[in-house]
């Protein structure tokens, strides 16, 4: 049986990767959900704030409130949906693009970094190897 504290510094990794991506937002002049909601749109190319949440990890109130932020400055645009006249298509404008540029390049730039330091093989093992918790965990909170 696994040792309890092994569990403790699974948490304790996330926990601090997560305060790490939120130092990275505070130091370039944003707030995490900020980020994270710049993140879904440049880097995963997501269109709704569905996918933002689900891609990015953050409720969808919070995606909502950041996204309408984003719109009142002009970096985003939101149309209709041809398929779900419910849902809004959301894209970045011109300003939006340059601005994620500018916010988001740099963090892509220092994962690619790392990344490349760590190696293929062990950015490829650990990937894998959290993917399979997360299946796991989901498999979890669906039996309760």
Known sequence: MLDYSLNMSIDLTWFKCN????????????GYPEMMVLYGLYAFKCSSQKEIAEHCGIVKQTVNTVVHDLEKHGLIEMTPSKTDKRSRIISLTDAGQAYAMEKIGPLLDTEKQICHQIGSDRISSAVETLDLFNVLFERNLNEV
């Open 19 to 30: 305060m790490l991506y939120s130092r990275w937002a505070a130091k370039n002049g944003m």
